[in-house]
């Protein structure tokens, strides 16, 4: 069985300073990673998937096989990236469903 | 033009009463899904749909019984409340289970 796991729960950062949230997994096979953000009193939302290779708002995220890691960087964080960040992944398979990680909760400080 | 909604978004209710959640979406996805999030903020699927039918279903009592009338909706009843269904659930949906999966705005579950 697939397990995600994020080791922070709380990212307290500056304004302007980097950030960078860990993401490990577990799973035999190969995996789609996805990280997932939500806002204060917002819904969860996508915010990249590791076959896109985007930036999406400034955040990347590589995926690492040989370290089963899938972690989320920010060269400068901003204010509106304080929330609440989720890693997520899916196996390749039928039946396949989407397990998450704990969460990061992240605050960026003025 | 809300893609994915449910109703209510607050629910208070007390224990040992039966509740239902419902949700919709109107992106023509074929998947459904359930998610549980406690009070530490873990999310956890309950259950997922494809075209009305059950894919997965996770270890949830039997007092959670999902309901699919059509592709676009999927329901959660729930009978006999305890103190620990207090928590927020979350109705998302996908084009299948390898993509991108919408979630909806929630649902805050306090049983008193």
């Known amino acids: 069985a697939q397990r995600v796991t994020q080791p922070e729960k709380l990212l307290s950062v500056f304004k302007g300073a980097p950030v960078e949230l860990k993401c490990n997994y577990s799973?035999?096979?190969?995996?789609?990673l996805f990280w997932y953000v939500q806002y204060s009193r917002q819904r969860l939302q996508l915010l990249l998937r590791h076959i896109s290779r985007e930036s999406i708002k400034g955040f990347t995220a590589d995926l690492n096989k040989g370290e089963t890691s899938f972690h989320l960087k920010k060269p400068f964080a901003q204010e509106e990236d304080s929330a609440m960040y989720y890693c997520a992944l899916i196996p390749r398979t039928a039946g396949n469903k989407l397990t998450f990680g704990g969460g990061t909760r992240v605050l960026v400080k003025p | 033009d809300t893609a994915v909604s449910q109703t209510p978004k607050y629910l208070v209710t007390q224990m040992g009463n039966d509740k239902s959640i419902k949700c919709e979406q109107n992106?023509?996805?074929?998947?459904m899904y359930w998610y549980k999030q406690d009070s530490k903020k873990f999310l956890k699927i309950m259950f997922s749909?494809?075209?009305?039918?059950?894919?997965i279903n996770e270890t949830v009592p039997n007092r959670f019984s999902p309901k699919s009338p059509d592709k676009a909706h999927l329901n959660l009843h729930i009978n006999s409340l305890e103190l620990g269904d207090s928590a927020v659930y979350f109705c998302a949906s996908s084009p299948d289970s390898n993509n991108e999966q919408f979630f909806g705005p929630g649902t805050r579950l306090t049983v008193l």
């Open positions: 749909y494809n075209n009305k039918e059950l894919i």
């Open positions: 799973y035999s096979g190969s995996p789609e």
């Open positions: 992106l023509g996805h074929d998947t």
